[in-house]
Every structure is written in structure tokens, then in C-alpha cells.
């Protein structure tokens, strides 16, 4: 069964340095979304992306964040400057169609430090 | 503002013991409502969507069931396998994005 995947699935870093967050979603999908849940929080959506944009994002989404689809199959997050607060599980996830079912791959656990 | 609210937010059962999860919304123009099953450290794995008042889904020992203002998730006689959080989440037709409710962990007793 197609299924989302996440690289690294954890990740420590200093305030202050760039991450890249990877992600590979289901291939025959086309939305693809970034939530994040802090720990012991709710899942919280940031980003979604269609056709090689930015279709939706939060108002966590601010200028320190970035996503890109590099190629045809990966799907990035990028996170400028880290502050301790960025400290969560990151997830990807992708659908065929909206408001179809999102399937979720298994996280980035992001500690800042 | 989209609000997505579950309850209990911790529940205890007994293995065989039947119950349900409740999740309200106030998601305007609701257009689906999901729920999803989360382990600890893990991502959100899908459960169900529904999308119009009186529908059901069923799988296993779960089922879920939405009315106007609420869905519930019905577990019958679980096993200890059932235990993990479960998360209750809507999307509307002004948008893209899944808003989640805080979940119910769930532990089933051997």
C-alpha cells in the first residue's frame, strides 16, 4: 500500500540554523500539506500546495518558512531561522483531490535547541 | 473561526467494554469530517470520512456516525490493541485545511 514518507525522522538543531524538512508523498497525488503538533498540542496545519504553489497557509506559516517540490516526487519544508518554539513533530501529507481523505506520513521530530 | 472539540479527553475501558467518542464542530459548511487514529510518536493514520448528516462507516470494532453538529465514534467490545489517541478533524468549503480537535486517548484494560 502507497505510503507517505518523512526524512529525518529526527532532527536536533541550534536557534537559529536552516533545516530542511523532506517529504515523499503517495505519487499519484497532488495536494500536498504540512501540519505540525507540538508536544502534547493539537495537530495544526501550516501549508498546503497545488500545482506548484502555495494554496492555503496559516498564520503560523510566516516568512521564516518555506516549501518547495524540487522534483517530481519530493516535497520540502524549510524553516530559516529555527527559534525554540519550532520545536514539534512535523508531518507531510498528500490527497488526490480536496476535500478528499489526507494521508498522513509518519513525522520529523524537530528539537531545537 | 473553525472549531473542532472532543470529548473525553482521556478514557479507560475495559477490554470487551463498548463506548463512544464524542467530537462537535463548528466548522462552517462542513464538507468532511475525519477521523484519524494516532499511536504515540507517530502520524495520524485515516479512519473514516463522512460527509453528510446521517451517514455511517464501519471498520472492525469502530464505527462512525455524524449528525448535524457532532460525530461520534463507536468502539465495540476493544481489545488492548485499540488503545491509542484518536483524533476527530473537519475541513470546510472555504478551504484546504484539516482542523483537528485534541483527541481521546483511549486505553482498553486486558
Known amino acids: 500500500e502507497p505510503e507517505v514518507t518523512q526524512t529525518p525522522s529526527h532532527q536536533v538543531t541550534q536557534m537559529g540554523q536552516e533545516v530542511i524538512l523532506r517529504c515523499v508523498p503517495i505519487s499519484n497525488h497532488l495536494y500536498f500539506y504540512w501540519y505540525r503538533q507540538i508536544l502534547g498540542q493539537k495537530v495544526e496545519f501550516l501549508v498546503s500546495?497545488?500545482?506548484?504553489?502555495?494554496?492555503?497557509k496559516s498564520e503560523i506559516f510566516d516568512d521564516q518558512f518555506s516549501v518547495e517540490r524540487p522534483d517530481g516526487s519530493n516535497f520540502t519544508l524549510k524553516i530559516r531561522s529555527t527559534k525554540l518554539e519550532d520545536s514539534a513533530m512535523y508531518f507531510c501529507?498528500?490527497?488526490?483531490?480536496?476535500?478528499?481523505?489526507?494521508?498522513f506520513g509518519p513525522g520529523t521530530r524537530l528539537l531545537v535547541l | 473561526e473553525d472549531q473542532v472539540t472532543q470529548s473525553p479527553e482521556a478514557l479507560r475501558l475495559q477490554e470487551g467494554e463498548s463506548s463512544s467518542l464524542n467530537c462537535s464542530y463548528t466548522v462552517s459548511g462542513l464538507r468532511g469530517l475525519f477521523w484519524y487514529r494516532q499511536d504515540p510518536g507517530k502520524g495520524p493514520e485515516f479512519l473514516f470520512t463522512?460527509?453528510?448528516a446521517g451517514e455511517e462507516k464501519e471498520k472492525e470494532r469502530l464505527k462512525a456516525t455524524l449528525t448535524k453538529k457532532e460525530s461520534f465514534l463507536h468502539i465495540t467490545a476493544p481489545k488492548p490493541e485499540d488503545s491509542a489517541t484518536y483524533l476527530c478533524a473537519g475541513t470546510n468549503f472555504g478551504n484546504e485545511k484539516l482542523t483537528f480537535g485534541t483527541g481521546t486517548r483511549l486505553t482498553i484494560i486486558p
Open positions: 500546495f497545488y500545482n506548484n504553489e502555495i494554496s492555503e
Open positions: 501529507a498528500s490527497t488526490t483531490t480536496n476535500p478528499e481523505t489526507q494521508y
Open positions: 463522512l460527509y453528510s
